[in-house]
């Protein structure tokens, strides 16, 4: 059976990921602006779920598959990324809070506010952490792994 290029599939994740992200700003700033609606907040729970289902299961994959192995070359990289990976799981809670506010209170500014807020940021951070990797790190572990170390990541992923 044929491994598939890890990195290609990351950055795949990377692409589904930006969709849901701009869903997420688009459905929240709409919430803030006009209000909550049917529409906009099942649009913001989809991709919520998404951030936090399949984004936490990427996340888990690089630090358990790729990270260790670029670790053996440098540190510096992967100890940022595990950073905002944490940052990411603390903006999300947030996020899930004011998620929760305003299912509460439809008409809650305050909740809609920090949803807003939540969500901006979260989004903000993922969206720069995604061009770190495939700006930098990607294109390291492209050009100096070997095909032996990127069949270890590929395998490490299943």
Do not use: C, W
């Amino acid at each position: 059976m044929a491994i598939r290029d890890p990195i290609a599939i990351f950055l795949k994740e990377h692409d589904t990921a930006l969709v849901q992200l701009r869903i997420l700003k688009k459905s929240a700033a709409d919430i803030k602006k006009n209000g909550y609606s049917d529409k906009a907040f099942k649009q913001l729970l989809k991709a919520a779920e998404f951030v936090d289902e399949e984004v936490r299961v990427h996340n888990g994959k690089e630090e358990t598959a790729l990270f260790p192995l670029v670790e053996r070359y440098v540190d510096g990289p992967t100890n940022v990324l595990r950073e905002d990976h944490q940052r990411m799981a603390k903006i999300y809670k947030k996020l899930r809070y004011s998620i929760e506010a305003l299912k509460e209170g439809h008409e809650d500014s305050v909740a809609r506010q920090e949803l807003a807020e939540a969500a901006e940021g979260i989004v903000q951070l993922m969206v720069n952490h995604i061009h770190k990797e495939n700006e930098i790190l990607f294109p390291l572990v492209k050009r100096f792994f070997t095909k032996e170390e990127l069949r270890k990541v590929a395998q490490r992923m299943l």
